[in-house]
Nanobody
Framework: QVQLVESGGGSVQGGGSLRLSCAASGPVFRIDVMGWYRQAPGKQREMVAAITSGGTRNYADSVKGRFTISRADAKNTVDLQMNSLNPEDTAVYYC???????????????WGPGTQVTVSS
C-alpha cells in the first residue's frame, strides 16, 4: 500500500519561512507528477505547486516568486520551500503524487493526510 507522509508544517509569523516535505513509500514503480495543494477554512482545495517527472514546474499565481517546489526521485520525495509567508497562506497543505505501483499498468492519484500551516500577522 502506497503511503504519503508529510512533515514540516507549523506556525510562523508573517514574512517567515517553512519547508514542507513529503515522502512516498510502498510499492512505488514510477512517479509522474508530484505537487502540493492547500485548503483554507471555507474555501475549495487549490493547487499550490506541481512538478512533473521532466522537471516542469507550475505555481499558483499567489505563490509565484515566494514558493519553490523540488523533487528527489531517488528518495520519492517532494519538498515545498515557502518564503515570505503571509496570513493568506494559512491552510492545510496536502501532498499529491500521481504514480505507478509495481504490477499495475495505470497511474493512480495519492494524497497525504495534510499538514497545517498557520501564518500570523
Amino acid at each position: 500500500q502506497v503511503q504519503l507522509v508529510e512533515s514540516g508544517g507549523g506556525s510562523v509569523q508573517g514574512g517567515g519561512s517553512l519547508r514542507l516535505s513529503c515522502a512516498a513509500s510502498g510499492p512505488v514503480f514510477r512517479i509522474d507528477v508530484m505537487g502540493w495543494y492547500r485548503q483554507a477554512p471555507g474555501k475549495q482545495r487549490e493547487m499550490v505547486a506541481a512538478i512533473t517527472s521532466g522537471g516542469t514546474r507550475n505555481y499558483a499565481d499567489s505563490v509565484k516568486g515566494r514558493f519553490t517546489i523540488s523533487r528527489a526521485d531517488a528518495k520519492n520525495t517532494v519538498d515545498l520551500q515557502m518564503n515570505s509567508l503571509n496570513p493568506e497562506d494559512t491552510a492545510v497543505y496536502y501532498c499529491y503524487v500521481k504514480l505507478w505501483t509495481i504490477g499495475i499498468i495505470w497511474a493512480k492519484d495519492y494524497w497525504g493526510p495534510g499538514t497545517q500551516v498557520t501564518v500570523s500577522s
